[in-house]
């Protein structure tokens, strides 16, 4: 194509194109395949075609048979797919098996004595400590016991943690699932506040924390937080009863908080009294929910996606297998946190039930310096490494060379989480991968489960910026907004959507089954008594395209999501935030272009009348630290603009696309039909400056940004 070099997100409409409201043009440039080493797909999981005939749409859905296959099963499942009650799917009906025997025990016999976790404290000079398989189960079978006696938790019951990348983390997961104890991980960044709402809302009386650990340089006092979460959940009427704490240093109490008697307990303590002790895995059925995962949507709070064991389960291992190519030889490390969903499926379920050795690393990647993550895999001969854009672009803009300072070798290299640009996958490629590596560009959700969109690493050429084709057993589809499918190679944009359940799909929402039917499914289904899945495809909120070779270019969120740093920010919960400030009258957050974080949230408030402008920035303060308190430094937002209103429509609805044009200096649209459309140029001379700037096309989702609400 003789189109110039584009900028992802930008976009170059066929002048002879006639497009309805509907459509929307997209004209990428084609950036060439990148094929993987012979060497590589010599020794890849998934190099037989054969295998992914099975997965054609005829073969659905026994496909998902060989997936669930890999598991070691109490009872086999005696049917697949049970679509009864739609879109509440069951998979693997009429199966038992245990998340933990899967994750731990059943690797004993061969590889007992392998690394299962290598824990990298951020320090550089403390040891990394290396925890076996035996070891693992050893430390999971105690803290079940603690779990199941100390605590007085039983199978069903859920337990929210709040913890950071610490070896306890996973360890806390495993001991859970082992009883079957629903675990609700809370990322160690979020605040006390936002723990406590995730607790309250999944009705966990037991919080698991840790006393504190290192982030780039600096001791964070952890247990802080524990304090507002039990205020913040007993204000939602969920009573706390019992905090567990680990400390990061066992043996030493290292928080200035308080522990408070009778309530909180060290566990490191509690344990010594369990010393031994083994607990039979409780044989769950397969749709027994595994864990909870809150996310961010459209509306309101955070919802609690709900995993289920079996499906779950089956679908990570299967996807880590195929797509991250491990094996039990591997070295694995993913740089997520754990505390998202790409750290549940892809540094502990799928890598442990594969028996890998799976990296965790504590702090942040530039500290001490760019260098450190190269060290790391040097080290300890990392050879499949798996991290986001926003970090490649990061390290790339820190350390442009600093990757060939060392001899390390991938073979392969997972990205996740947002688009990526074509020249930081270069860069990816070409530098960290060392031109050695197959580069899997992954596209999936926290409700998802696992990959979605990737290619096969050993069967499909690579293509920079794509997610590639649908995963094995995926048959997605794009829709405009009036229904009509997008085609292949159309140049056209529309939301995509996937036609078929899956086994990682989430169960439900938390409590809110109602939610889960609209937020997802409501959007293209034509039939709401229909029984028949076909008439129930699964609606993402992400904007897609498909190129003439049937590779996915996913082009963002079209809700009002914002991904910071492939992150997930629910702009109605910042703004809820905001609104907390007595002198705030309206709150409007929309998300601004970053060079390294993507995305980053930016925040117009009007005040209420008398109160006085003067104290800018006295509000301005208080803004972020609302924020901060209420969800977390990493929404933390880049600019606080106070506006003498905001652009709303007739029926006094808040134009938050005008705001995100206007901040990302792009074309604000027709505004005569607003209320007030005088105030978009005091606004845009407020952002702006007076003098108006080059006008930018800007990326999809800030196009459509504002859409749904
Ligand atoms: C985005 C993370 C482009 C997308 C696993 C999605 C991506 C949201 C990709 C989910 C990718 C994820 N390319 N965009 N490879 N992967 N996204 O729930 O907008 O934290 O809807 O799950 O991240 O974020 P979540």
Redesign the pocket.
């Known amino acids: 194509m003789a189109t110039p070099r584009q900028k992802l997100g930008t976009k170059e409409p066929k002048a002879s194109q006639t497009l309805s409201e509907a459509q929307i043009a997209v004209h990428w440039k084609e950036e060439q395949y990148y094929y993987p080493s012979k060497k590589f797909i010599a020794q890849a999981n998934l190099k037989d075609p054969a295998l992914v005939k099975k997965f054609s749409e005829k073969n659905f859905p026994a496909c998902f048979d060989h997936y669930a296959s890999a598991l070691d099963w109490d009872k086999k499942w005696h049917k697949t797919l049970d679509t009864s009650n739609p879109p509440f799917w069951k998979w693997f009906v009429g199966g038992k098996l245990n998340a933990c025997y899967n994750c731990v025990d059943r690797h004993l016999a061969k590889y007992k004595n392998k690394a299962a976790i290598i824990f990298v404290p951020e320090p550089e000079g403390e040891t990394t400590t290396v925890i076996t398989y035996q070891e693992l189960y050893k430390r999971v079978n105690e803290l079940a016991a603690v779990l199941g006696d100390f605590a007085g938790l039983k199978t069903g019951d859920r337990v929210t943690i709040h913890m950071p990348m610490i070896p306890e983390l996973p360890i806390t997961m495993l001991a859970c699932a082992r009883l079957g104890i629903v675990h609700s991980v809370v990322f160690g960044g979020f605040s006390g506040e936002a723990c406590g709402l995730r607790a309250a809302d999944s009705g966990s009386r037991v919080l698991i924390y840790a006393d504190g650990y290192w982030r780039n340089g600096k001791w964070v006092d952890h247990k802080a937080a524990a304090e507002i979460a039990v205020k913040t959940a007993e204000k939602e009427g969920q009573r706390i009863d019992k905090v567990l704490v680990w400390q990061r240093y066992p043996g030493k109490y290292s928080s200035e908080t308080p522990m408070v008697k009778e309530r909180d307990h060290f566990i490191n303590d509690v344990v010594k009294a369990y010393h031994g002790q083994t607990v039979q895995p409780v044989s769950q059925d397969a749709e027994a929910p595994l864990f909870l995962m809150y996310?961010s949507g459209t509306t309101g709070r955070p919802k609690g996606c709900q995993h289920r064991t079996g499906g779950y389960l089956a679908y990570v291992t299967g996807t880590a297998k195929y797509y991250q190519d491990i094996h039990p030889e591997d070295v694995y490390w993913c740089m997520a946190d754990i505390g998202?969903?790409?750290g549940h499926s892809y540094i502990v379920y799928g890598p442990l039930a594969l028996a890998a050795t799976s990296v965790l690393y504590e702090g942040v990647p530039q500290y001490p310096d760019v260098g450190r993550p190269w060290r790391i895999a040097e080290r300890l001969d990392v050879n499949i490494f798996h991290t986001s854009p926003t970090a490649i672009r990061m390290l790339r803009k820190a350390g442009l060379d600093e990757p060939r300072k060392y001899n390390y070798h991938f073979k392969h290299m997972t990205?996740?989480?947002?688009?990526?640009e074509p020249e930081v996958w270069q860069w990816y490629y070409d530098v960290v991968g060392k031109g050695e590596a197959a580069i899997v560009?992954?596209?999936?959700?926290?409700?998802t489960g696992g990959f979605l969109c990737t290619t096969k690493p050993a069967l499909d050429p690579m293509k920079p910026g794509s997610?590639g084709p649908p995963a094995l057993g995926i048959y997605p589809v794009i829709w405009d907004e009036e229904g009509r499918e997008v085609k292949a190679g159309s140049n056209l944009a529309g939301n995509i959507c996937i036609r078929n359940p899956w086994p990682g799909i989430m169960q439900t929402i938390w409590g809110d089954p109602q939610r889960f039917v609209s937020q997802y499914y409501k959007k293209y289904n034509k039939n709401a008594q229909s029984k028949d899945w076909r008439d129930w495809p699964y609606y993402?909120?992400?904007g897609a395209m498909i190129a003439k070779d049937g590779y996915y270019r996913?082009l963002?969120?079209v809700d009002d999501v914002i991904?910071v740093a492939?992150?997930?920010l629910g702009t109605k919960e910042v703004e809820s935030a905001c609104l907390t400030i007595p002198e705030i009258a309206e709150a409007a957050v929309v998300p601004a272009v970053d060079e390294v974080k993507g995305r980053v949230p930016v925040v117009f408030i009007s005040l209420k009348p008398g109160a006085s402008a003067e104290e800018t920035r006295a509000i301005q303060d208080k803004v972020t630290t609302a924020i901060e308190t209420m969800i977390g430094k990493i929404a933390r937002p880049k600019e606080i603009h106070m506006v003498p209103d905001m652009p709303k429509t007739r029926s006094g609805k808040i134009m938050r696309r005008v705001l995100a044009a206007i901040e990302n200096h792009m074309d604000t649209g027709d505004i005569t039909t607003l209320a007030n459309p005088d105030v978009v140029e005091q606004i845009r001379v407020l952002v702006q400056g007076h003098e108006e700037g080059k006008l930018q096309e800007g990326p999809e989702d800030i196009k459509r940004f504002g859409q749904e609400s």
């Not at 990205?415 to 990526?420: A, F, K, M, R, W």
């Not at 560009?441 to 409700?447: C, G, K, L, M, N």
């Open positions: 996310t998202w969903i790409t990205t996740v989480g947002e688009p990526i560009d992954t596209w999936w959700q926290t409700e997610a993402a909120a992400d996913i963002g969120r991904n492939g992150h997930r």
